[in-house]
């Protein structure tokens, strides 16, 4: 039986794709087409492998039974001293949790550092199916003087569903950390639970730490990974990591051969996953609190859209403020610091914003135009209002032809320059 | 002038009838119906009220009945019966006495789910429960995704997608599968063969998952008329299936005319076309005012057709007259479906498109044009124009094709006696193994689950050893790759695909320095823009090369290798190039007078016999097992249209195929006929074509599902031999069939090769004739030898071609060799 599936399947292999374009007349030998070589059987016959205890041992794995059944645990701890780049995991019992929270779309929640767990798996692919499953989870948590990682990994199937019942036990009632968690690795979670038909774990909130990251580093950074961050930001670098995409070849390939310098790099990559995960929260915390300055432009603007969003116009003026002060301030800072004073009726500054911007970018309309409509409504100067018009037109013409849209935008300025003009004439007092 | 009329002015014109083989008459017959039944929930009887229901058709009550007693069903009634009320019923029922439940609608086709969907939601709208029902496809938007996998009690969505999004990710489906009471397979006819092998498989995975989730649904089917609707039922579904096949719908008298083409060219059996016969039939009934649909086999024949209607007909008509085929945008499609239901339309040439059950209300007269394939399908076609009253009419157009000629003279059987069996063979091999995977990604197996076949142990076993499964300590299979094993597998193409044949006319020959494949791309949009696309054509109408026909792979070999002559609807096209890989053939219309035949050297080593037969000591063995066919072409003849005389040939370079597949051969001791070595080979040959084509008839399956080669000396034996074996690989039950039902198939090849008009044997019956060999013409330029120990055809060809042939004809021949003795007439132990 088995030849004939195996013989079945490398004819099918075989079939179809065999040899090139064939051209007409005579000449152009396609090259004859070559067997598929069957692979050499890589499992060394005969070689008993190392029991499974005797293999995890290496690493510190114990049997455990947390209450969900007995699953393989290893426990790692750092004192909370320890550096991670440009914070130690102390500071996470300092800082200012409730603002991560409120950034996270979790305002009101009690912030507390004792519940906070974070989250992260390594699994066997990418995709989200019933068959793609995390086999390593890790749980980090502040315990004491000490950050405590737990690694969980599944060495046999038969040991899920109590390595599920064990985190739903642990993560219930927490406060989960993750780093784009909320897309991938819960709803995995969730999936494998459903599956073994067990209950989600209860009353969990979440903080998924991607979209924060994204809205504060997206600009500056090639990417919002994690280990871009962590290189770019938290000023950690890591040595030999293992790329995550190729954690599920090195997992079979560990079950199969149980030799542990194949899932080394594994537990490692997925216990410092966790470690960047809790300096990564104290970075985007102090952000938001100011314990810690913004350094770029697009940092100030971000916690400048969030303290707005939030009403906290003050701290927003001066994020603001300081996005267009900084040294790689884009027309756009200056923009939004404009916007957010005239949203303010905060006339002063915004007019200030905008004939910086006018006198800074030759080629910029929008700030013309808003001072345009500042003179004609506001002030009903409508000489000065003409003036700003007229000038927005010109800029505005030297874009027809080159920019998208711009005809539109010129029409739409003759006609407020006929309108001030008309309102200018007949509220001037006759020669 | 109304179709009652028409009819009878037809019967009256000879030069009509001399073309009609048939014409049969269906009496009209009245509505069975019954009340509904008691204990329906009043919610449903007040919705079917609303809709003016005050009674069911016989089969409706019973298909309620039937479900209500936890039965499955299917319901095998003709087309505008009320099928969809037989499922549409017992789900709304079972919803509305528990909101909880939910059902799962499959139809092989989108437009078809969505056509439901509107029909379902006539009776909803009138509930008071809420009922949800959404199709679940390819174009569902991501947001509603999440809100029909909560909320929808009724999900209608198809087998490809069942298989590729919803099984996979069956943990986000959970409201779903905890829930489902019924499972619901429209059109199951149309689940046959390689595709209903994969679909069986499918439903299969359905039921773990529902098992693991504590749900048994029922299963409720409906199809058109086939031989085995109880067998096809149970095989899909596993489980027995209660089989309602009494219509209680009224019908009005419907008239089925079988019209052959006249001969133009009685040598080659050549007849006027069939699409231009549609032309002027279709022509006349649009002048007359009379609703008509015409069927045809490829979109640019339907294309052609339309266009010609249009031209014919009056100006004021032009605008009702359209075309319907795959690869129209969905809102164009449902347009031309509201047209012809509200009879804004009223002429439309389509594809079998709209064979299925997509609302078209009814129309008086269907063309089909060419057999479509199954007995099934033509009375499919048929029931399009067939109405509850008054009068239809439905068209048979013959093709060429020796099955198209066997329907036009025996239509006496084709309405008379059962229809085609539908089977399926989800043993397969490959196709079992696929699913196996994609089962094994889904949940785990445990160690003596079963999956279709008493072997799955071992299967899993050999997963394993490909690290592709893994044994838990609990002794449970769970998938171990990083991969999706539904990706790999399309439930509706073969595992080798087809080779598509590209007609490259009008555009630039590689002759000046572009190869057609370069043209062609430059042709796909954005591969250069227009202004370079313009200069490229120097301001000419810029030609598109247009697929017009595809072949599988193996036929490929013989038929679209380099230089060679392909007939398309009696054009002939020549091949400029075979893109191998890529599996396009790029052919230019030529002016030919010969066609060409290439020489295969097919080896086929028997593996294994599973069966063995004889009907007499001294006649025939029939046999059946498991084969290794390695084919690699040779030679090609170019052989003179009139005469059939050899002038010229050339080598053909392809590289050589290998099949592992079932087969049924047949072996006639070398006395059983007084044949020199040139008869035998050409009495093979032409028994092989016709039993081809007949087993594909009886089968119910596609010329190219089936493939033959014959042995003057086989090696194995030594004895001149027929091999007929499937082409899927693994094979799909056909040779099987073939090998149990040898008899019916012989019997029905004999009389394809008698019913044919020609006189000495034709392409249509007995296949090209082959110059060199007993009944072809003598060669002139005789062909090398082929390479290869194999060419036992070619050598045996040339071994007599000094010698001066017997008289006999090559029909004469295949049809001694058929009917020798042991082989037919016997009846079946």
Known sequence: MRERIAALESSVRQGGATGGAVRGGEGGFPSPPGRLQQAPDAQLAGAAPAPWPQVLAVFGFERVDQGGGPVWCRTLRYDVLTRYGRHRFADLQRCELAELFRAAGLAGIRADWRKLRFFDTETTGLGSGAGTFPFLYALGQMAGDELVIDQYLLVDHADESALLHTLQR???????????????????????????????????????????????????????????????????????????????????????????????????????????????????????????????????????????EWGQHDLAARAFAAAAAAPDATWSANWLRGLHHKRRGQWAEAVQVWREMADRH????????????????????????????????????????????AADVVAELRRRVERVRRKRLRQAPPN | MNLQSLLEEWRRTESFMAH??????????????????????????????????????????EALEYTRRGRNVIVVTPTASGKTLCYNLPVLHEICRDPASRALYLFPTKALGQDQVAELALIVQHLETTVHTYTYDGDTPAPMRRHIREAGHVVVTNPDMLHAAILP???????????????????????????????ANVIRRLLRVCRHYGSRPQFILCSATIANPAELARELTGSEVEVIDKSGAPRGERHFVFYNPPLVRKDLGVRRSALSEARRIGGRLIREGISTIAFLPTRTQVELLSAYWKQDAPERLRQRVAGYRGGYLPGERRALERGLRNGDILAVASTNALELGIDIGSLEVSLSVGYPGSVASLRQQSGRAGRRHGLSAAVFIAGPSALDQYVVHHADRVLATSPEA?????????????????????????????????????????????????????????????????HGVSLRSAARDNVVIINVEGVPSPARGLSAADVLASAEPGALDEAERRAFFAGSRLPRPQVIGEMDRFSALTMLHPQAIYMHQSRLYQVEELDWENGKAFVRPVAADYYTDAELAVTLRVLDVFGERAQAPEGPVHRFGEVMVTATPTVYKKIKLDTHENVGWGKI???????????????????????????????????????RHAAALHCMCATGDIQVAVEIRDVLSGLPTLYLYDTYPGGVGLADRVYRQAEQVFAAAVQMIRDCGCEAGCPAC?????????GGGPPLAAPPLAEGASAEVAAGGLADAGRQTPAATAKELALRLLEARGVLPCPVP
């Open chain 2, 653 to 691: 370079h392809l590289p050589e195929m290998e099949l592992h597949t079932m087969g049924y051969w047949c072996a006639w001791p070398r006395d059983a006929l007084p044949f020199a070595r040139s008869e035998w080979e050409s009495a093979l040959r032409g028994a092989a074509w016709a039993l």
């Open chain 2, 422 to 486: 539908a089977r399926i063979y989800p043993e397969n091999l490959l196709i079992l193994m696929d699913h196996l995977k994609c089962a094994a990604y889904e949940l785990p197996f445990a160690a003596d689950e079963q999956f279709g076949v008493e072997t799955t142990a071992e299967l899993l076993a050999y997963l394993a050893e490909q690290r592709v499964v893994h044994q838990g300590h609990d002794g449970r299979f769970h998938w171990m790759a990083d991969s999706l094993p539904s």
């Open chain 2, 20 to 61: 009609v083989t048939h014409w049969v008459v269906e009496p009209a017959s009245a509505a069975r119906l019954r009340s509904i039944p008691g204990w329906i929930h009043p919610d449903v009887r007040k919705g079917l009220h609303a809709r003016g229901i005050d009674a069911l058709y016989q089969h409706q009550t």
């Open chain 1, 170 to 308: 642990r993560l219930g009632g927490s406060l989960v950390v993750s780093f784009n968690g909320k897309a991938f690795d819960w709803p995995m979670l969730l999936s494998r639970c459903a599956m073994h038909r067990i209950a989600d774990p209860p009353d969990v909130f979440h903080v998924d730490l991607l979209p924060p990251s994204r809205r504060l580093w997206r600009q500056r950074l090639a990417s919002v990974a994690l280990a871009e961050l962590e290189r770019a930001v938290l000023g950690m670098e890591r040595s030999g990591d293992l790329p995550g995409r190729e954690a599920p070849a090195r997992y079979f390939a560990f079950l199969d051969e149980r030799n542990p310098d194949l899932i080394r790099a594994v537990l490692e990559h997925n216990a410092a996953d966790v470690c960047a995960l809790v300096a990564l929260a104290v970075r985007i915390a102090d952000l938001l609190s100011g314990r810690r300055e913004a350094q770029a432009a697009s940092e100030h603007l971000a916690l400048a859209r969030w303290y707005d």
């Open chain 2, 169 to 199: 990710h069956h943990t986000k489906w959970l409201r779903l599968f905890e829930n489902l009471r019924y499972v619901v397979l429209d059109e199951a006819h149309v689940y046959r063969g390689v595709f209903g092998s994969h679909v």
């Open chain 2, 766 to 774: 007995v296949g090209p004739a082959l110059p060199g060999a007993a």
């Open chain 1, 362 to 405: 030759p080629w910029t309309v929008a700030p013309l135009v808003e001072l345009a409509k500042w003179a004609e409504h506001h002030e009903r100067r409508h000489d000065e209002a003409e003036a700003y018009a007229m000038e927005a037109l010109r800029r505005a013409q030297l874009a027809l032809g080159r920019v998208a849209g």
